[in-house]
């Protein structure tokens, strides 16, 4: 059983930044693929930034490309989300969630892909 806790969240203006981060435990971090999910309230969940457990890949939706960056510290089994220039319709709960050793990139962009999920942690842009 893999426990994930977001941490991070929190008020910022348009513009701004946030770090997050995704501390996981219970199981051997190397071997799990990371991403960043958000959900905005009345929207569905959707992908935001992802990291396979080899390599060194990262993948991200095109509305955030160029100024989220994901990265992984494995000594530290945390994964974070660096996000700069954010937008108000930004605003949502940003959950990190994690995969076995998958081999095709293509899980990584699919929740349903995903066997494990933080709590989430709210992110709130003001304008």
């Known amino acids: 059983q893999v426990q994930l806790v977001e941490s991070g969240g929190g008020l910022v203006q348009a513009g701004g930044s946030l770090r997050l981060s995704c501390a996981a435990s219970?199981?051997?971090?190397?071997?799990?693929?990371m991403g960043w999910f958000r959900q905005g309230v009345g929207e569905e969940r959707e992908f935001v930034a992802a990291i396979p457990w080899i390599g060194k890949a990262t993948y991200y939706a095109d509305s955030v490309k160029g100024r989220f960056t994901i990265s992984r510290d494995n000594a530290k089994s945390t994964v974070y989300l660096q996000m700069n220039s954010l937008k108000p319709e930004e605003t949502a709960v940003y959950y990190c969630g994690s995969q076995k050793r998958s081999y095709d990139s293509a899980n990584y962009y699919d929740e349903r892909q995903y066997d494990y999920w933080g709590q989430g942690t709210q992110v709130t842009v003001s304008s």
């Open positions: 219970g199981g051997s971090f190397t071997s799990y693929g």
